[in-house]
């Protein structure tokens, strides 16, 4: 981060800027395949409690630390307390993890795109082996992987995430319109209507702790919390921006997006397969198994879905450009690298880091972790549901108990009242970092087999 800051014109400016980070390839294709997979309604009902406590409270901590602080994560955290900056250090590492696979499936959108564009979609019967041929390749998936990642470096390498950004604030109204028609019509399919009840209607019966892990998991992920992010996004505003309606603001977007995701894609599964739970399970490959079906069955399809997958690239162009940058900017900062050097460095980590998740799925499917995570799953294990699980109760830990809650609240309440600062002070003190160990303790022992949850 050089000396000249900039900041974003007003609150308008950095509420959308917030949102193109948060925005991604989480919202559309991770959150609807961890809905599917635990239990539909109830996983619908702990992901939205837990962003009105933890992930309300957590983002409004990280921006105010960044306006603070003026700094990137592992610059706050060293400038508040010297002790603290470990905490920015693991932050630091999260997006590393992160990039290569997030780069596996922004490859997987790419090759959909140019098979709706050149007439080679799936068909509707076969969209699942026609998935399941496709990533069990050794080559073609590496091909799509690679050329997502290098659009991002090109971008990164030479600056223009201006360009990014703009054709990308034009296709991501175009982007909710479209899913929005695609949900309505997912819906109304034939035999749909159970899957809206899956999808919307809790089930008791249905919630452990490890649904309450991936919704946790999954809600750092979506709005890009407990990696450092928001707090270099925090370093940009200006004293007079509302914290607490922009915070508001940028969960309903993500959080609405995301609802739509699953709307398109969880009643489609009841359709087309009357809700088997293995096509529920499905996991990273469900979106690229069941929405070629939805277009099979649309009159003008194939168009309809090239469009989506063109404006899908886009919304996950700008959140991989954002994390390789994230990523550029630690390297030149920490190893005192240019950023040439830096670029190329990162980049042949990420292409190194990539290979796995790719090949996990084909040449190296034997090897699993846990005896279930194929690569993909693992490195998305380790980061959401273990790595930002950490940065966020260390966050927790340190406002609610060194720093103490009221240097936030001096300044959220630079710009008026803060009106949910008691529950502010509950979730960061209590509630945040007593649910995190229960439920990281409990699911690192699942995870290892030792116990049953
Ligand atoms: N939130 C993004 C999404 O939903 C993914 C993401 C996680 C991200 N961390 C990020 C994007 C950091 C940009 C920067 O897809």
């Known amino acids: 981060m050089g000396d000249q800051r900039s900041s974003f014109t007003g609150k308008l400016g950095f509420v959308l800027?917030?949102?193109?980070?948060?925005?991604?390839?989480?919202?559309i294709w991770r959150f609807p395949y961890l809905a599917a997979q635990y239990g539909g309604g109830i996983f619908l009902l702990v992901y939205i409690i837990l962003a009105l406590t933890f992930g309300y409270a957590l983002m409004?901590?990280?921006?105010?630390?960044?306006?603070?602080?003026g700094l990137s994560a592992i610059g706050a955290f060293k400038?508040?307390?010297?002790?603290?900056?470990?905490?920015?250090y693991i932050a630091a590492i999260v997006p590393v993890i992160i990039l290569p696979y997030y780069s596996v499936i922004g490859g997987w959108v790419t090759k959909y795109l140019v098979a709706f564009i050149s007439g080679q979609a799936p068909v509707a019967d076969a969209s699942d082996a026609y998935f399941g041929d496709f990533i069990a390749q050794t080559g073609e998936p590496i091909l799509w992987f690679s050329i997502f990642i290098g659009i991002t470096a090109v971008v990164v390498f030479f600056g223009v995430e201006k360009g990014i950004e703009k054709v990308s604030k034009v296709m991501m109204p175009i982007l909710i319109v479209l899913a929005l028609v695609i949900a309505v019509y997912s819906v109304f399919l034939p035999g749909a209507m159970e899957g809206v009840k899956y999808y919307i209607l809790p089930d008791f019966s249905k919630f452990s702790?490890?649904?309450?892990?991936?919704?946790?998991?999954?809600?750092?992920?979506?709005?890009?919390?407990?990696?450092?992010?928001?707090?270099t996004y925090g370093s940009y505003i200006k004293k007079d921006v509302s914290l607490e309606s922009s915070v508001k603001q940028i969960e309903i977007f993500d959080t609405g997006i995301a609802f739509m995701a699953?709307?398109?894609?969880?009643?489609?599964?009841?359709?087309?397969?009357?809700?088997?739970?293995?096509?529920?399970?499905k996991g990273p490959s469900l979106m690229f198994i069941t929405l070629p079906k939805v277009f099979a069955s649309m009159p003008g399809g194939t168009i309809?879905?090239?469009?989506?997958?063109?404006?899908?690239?886009?919304?996950?162009?700008?959140?991989?450009i954002s994390l390789m940058e994230t990523v550029v900017s630690i390297f030149q900062d920490k190893l005192k690298l240019n950023r040439t050097w830096s670029c190329v460095i990162v980049l042949l980590i990420s292409v190194l880091l990539g290979l796995p998740s790719s090949l996990g799925f084909g040449a190296w499917g034997d090897i699993l972790f846990f005896g279930k995570m194929s690569f993909l799953d693992f490195f998305d294990f380790i980061s959401n549901s273990v790595l930002m699980p950490v940065v966020a109760f260390l966050t927790c830990i340190f406002i609610g108990y060194v720093l103490k809650p009221k240097a936030i609240i001096d300044e959220v309440e630079l710009a008026g009242k803060f009106k949910r600062k008691d529950l502010f002070v509950f979730v960061i003190?209590?509630?945040?970092?007593?649910?995190?160990?229960?439920?990281?303790?409990?699911?690192?022992?699942?995870a290892m087999g030792i116990i049953k949850v």
Request: aromatic share 10%.
């Open 17 to 27: 800027a917030a949102a193109g980070s948060a925005v991604g390839l989480g919202n």
């Open 60 to 69: 409004t901590a990280e921006i105010a630390i960044g306006r603070k602080t």
């Open 79 to 88: 400038a508040l307390d010297k002790r603290y900056a470990f905490v920015g």
């Open 209 to 231: 702790v490890t649904t309450v892990l991936a919704a946790m998991g999954q809600l750092f992920y979506s709005m890009s919390l407990a990696m450092g992010i928001m707090i």
């Open 262 to 281: 699953g709307l398109m894609v969880i009643p489609a599964v009841f359709a087309f397969s009357g809700g088997d739970p293995a096509a529920l399970g």
């Open 304 to 320: 309809i879905g090239a469009v989506f997958f063109l404006l899908v690239l886009f919304a996950a162009l700008t959140s991989s």
């Open 429 to 446: 003190k209590y509630l945040a970092p007593i649910c995190i160990v229960l439920i990281l303790g409990f699911s690192i022992l699942e």
